[in-house]
């Protein structure tokens, strides 16, 4: 415990890990964290003292512990909330992962030192963990450049005869024909340098029952290219103070404000960037719908199609996020049936350059684990609990953007070998000059690289457009709702948006999958890109601020076997067809006087063109009748009955039901 707590007061980090070394006299800036805050995981006896001193879940003073409260006396004045708000159906899973017994202590920090605070908790042995709250950065810097109303009334008139969605012909990250960026002899496409949507698109364009949480700078969601993909809590009503749904958030219709604690979605403050936005737009605006861009699984415009995008705002203005705030939103998005993670947000590299950066991140997974162990158990339960075992997916999909530092090694949480960091790509499968690459990349996906087109600029294309990725933006920030944005947080999102339409492919073949498995699938469909390392690249740096200076260059060579394969979505969706297990109809868990409402068409091949029937052995245990699309069924008395659905196609498949007194709300046990 002494030596994790001195680890986290330090916060200076090793370099064992780069490629390039540091001098030694150079000192390490510390992370930065919030001076009046940490976060204690208690002992189970500890939390069930604080539990009982109030409503489980609320503020308290004071703990019920003699030797802990002498503590809290010590420090002044001081607050002790659970972290994560209870939810009555993911309690059960909340206590089995430990979340439960994780508390923030707030005091007075100017008159009490943090460093302090946390040495008395370390000492208790009523305490499991200690940890700061530290501030996390987000992983890009730069404001959008925003695409004018002309250019899109153009793009518009042009294309509307042959092209449902009149930008997808400027989006070279979605279909790249090899066309662009042809200038003076020097080609920087190649056809193909893309995600591969095409082929994918033939057979899976998103389905609506797979759920991408977002967590970002909050999203326009009623930007009419994204609303009608929003996800939606059927159970909450808008800014609403009142939690109808009782999973522990307020009014969180389309998601939830962490940053201000609210269900109240904020994305127009003078400061946003309108990442948030402009992510979700990679991932699922809406296609086919005859306006705008499009967007790798965002359906075809008819029902039921295009994954849903569940916005966890993290960042809001000019805030940063803490560990408190991101754990929250994970542990959120698992609860409310995401399971694909978008993370463009992480620490800085541990090899970035410090001058520019100011602190490095942590340098290997055991530092990482050791510095911020409530992010780490936050991840562990979404990866853990998100999905079903019933479901398409079991466990959830962490993706996160690699770091823009130009460094040899990507930064935490991605860089750990759990989740999937991403590396960015220019139009011609070259390493985008800012993107980390090298330990813990995991796979490449465009990114934009705005410095590398310094060339192509003209009256009609401005820095920060050419090269870079067009997407959805707010529109305080471009009048025509649309615009260009680079970097490892843009290339994560289309990472995202290929993971969800392979999840919607093996939905619409019923296929169940591991989340290993899928992110397996995923880095071995990838396309070998190290044969464009070649020579050296020419760039100029921050051409968009400063104008075309004297280029710069980079040398190839570096890159090869440190950015992963580019993710390909026809690979992958091609690779989904060979694996994975057919679905199953559950078995069922009920108690006595519950019903659980089950769709059946999930279960089966070509479901959704059938109908169902079901035998049960003894009706005297349990009973069904059909409600819509639903099978209803209802438990009678304690006991065990098997049972048989069948589809009017003729295949059929045999599941047991238990109804017992002790099953939970949801019909579980």
Not at 183 to 196: C, E, I, M, R, T
Not at 263 to 272: C, L, R
């Amino acid at each position: 415990m002494k030596s994790r707590l001195l680890y986290i007061l330090s916060l200076l980090l090793i370099f064992s890990s780069c490629s390039r070394e540091l001098e030694q006299s150079v000192e390490v800036a510390p992370m930065p964290y919030t001076p009046d805050e940490i976060v204690v995981k208690f002992t189970p006896q500890v939390a069930q003292l604080i539990a009982e001193a109030g409503i489980d879940g609320s503020r308290v003073t004071r703990s019920g512990d003699v030797e802990l409260d002498e503590i809290l006396e010590a420090i002044g004045t001081c607050q002790i909330e659970r972290v994560f708000a209870v939810d009555s159906d993911a309690e059960q899973r909340t206590v089995e992962s430990g979340l439960n017994l994780w508390y923030v202590v707030r005091f007075d920090g100017n008159k009490t030192a943090v460093e302090d605070v946390a040495r008395r908790f370390a000492r208790l042995g009523q305490v499991q963990k200690v940890d700061v709250n530290r501030t996390v950065k987000r992983n890009y810097t730069r404001r959008a450049t925003p695409l004018s109303q002309s250019k899109l009334e153009a793009a518009m008139a042009a294309t509307r005869a042959t092209i449902a969605d009149p930008l997808l012909a400027a989006q070279w990250n979605l279909i790249n024909t090899g066309e662009l960026f042809h200038k003076d002899g020097v080609v920087k496409s190649v056809k193909d340098a893309d995600v591969q949507c095409q082929g994918a698109w033939e057979k899976s364009t998103g389905d609506s029952s797979v759920i991408v949480a977002v967590l970002d700078e909050g999203i326009f969601v009623e930007h009419p290219d994204l609303l009608p993909n929003m996800w939606i809590n059927e159970g909450e009503t808008l800014r609403s103070d009142t939690d109808a749904d009782g999973n522990g958030y307020k009014g969180d219709v389309y998601g939830y404000n962490f940053v201000h604690q609210s269900g109240k979605i904020v994305w127009d403050d003078v400061y946003d960037s309108g990442h948030g936005t402009h992510v979700a737009g990679v991932i699922s605006a809406v296609n086919n719908n005859g306006i705008g861009i499009s967007s790798i699984a965002g359906g075809d415009g008819s029902e039921n199609s295009g994954v849903k995008i569940m916005c966890c705002q993290i960042f809001s203005g000019n805030m940063a996020t803490t560990i408190l705030s991101t754990a929250r939103a994970i542990k959120y998005a698992a609860d409310n049936g995401a399971v694909v993670l978008q993370c463009s947000w992480g620490y800085v590299s541990p090899c970035a350059n410090i001058y520019d950066w100011g602190a490095a991140g942590f340098g290997t997974k055991e530092e990482w684990i050791a510095g911020s162990p409530l992010e780490r158990e936050a991840l562990e339960y979404f990866t853990h609990y998100a999905g079903s075992a019933n479901g398409t997916v079991e466990g959830g999909i962490a993706i996160f953007a690699g770091g823009n530092e130009s460094a040899a090694a990507a930064g935490f949480p991605g860089a750990a070998d759990e989740y999937i960091s991403v590396a960015a790509t220019a139009a011609d499968f070259t390493p985008a000059v800012y993107t980390n690459y090298g330990t813990g990349t995991t796979i490449s996906a465009p990114g934009g690289d705005q410095d590398y087109y310094f060339e192509y600029v003209d009256d009609k294309h401005n820095y920060g457009e050419v090269g870079c990725i067009l997407s959805t933006l707010p529109y305080h920030i471009s009048e025509s709702g649309y615009g260009y944005m680079e970097g490892t947080s843009m290339a994560c999102p289309h990472v995202s948006g290929v993971m969800a339409l392979g999840i919607s492919y093996a939905t619409q073949l019923r296929k169940h999958f591991k989340a290993a498995e899928l992110q397996k699938l995923l880095v071995d469909s990838a396309v070998d890109i190290d044969s464009y390392f070649v020579g050296t690249k020419r760039y100029c740096r921050y051409v968009a601020d400063i104008g075309p200076i004297q280029p710069m260059t980079i040398d190839m060579s570096d890159y090869r076997g440190g950015m992963g394969g580019q993710v390909d979505a026809t690979a992958f969706l091609a690779a989904i067809e060979g694996a994975g297990v057919d679905m199953r109809f559950p078995n069922l868990y009920i108690a006595t006087g519950a019903q659980v409402a089950i769709a059946p068409a999930r279960y089966f091949k070509s479901g959704d063109n059938q109908t169902f029937s079901v035998t049960i052995a003894n009706t005297a245990i349990a009973t069904v009748e059909k409600s819509g699309s639903a099978l209803v069924f209802k438990g009678v008395e304690s006991g065990s009955t098997e049972a048989t659905i069948t589809a009017s196609g003729g295949s059929s498949q045999r599941f047991a039901i238990t109804v017992r007194r002790g099953a939970n709300s949801n019909g579980w046990l």
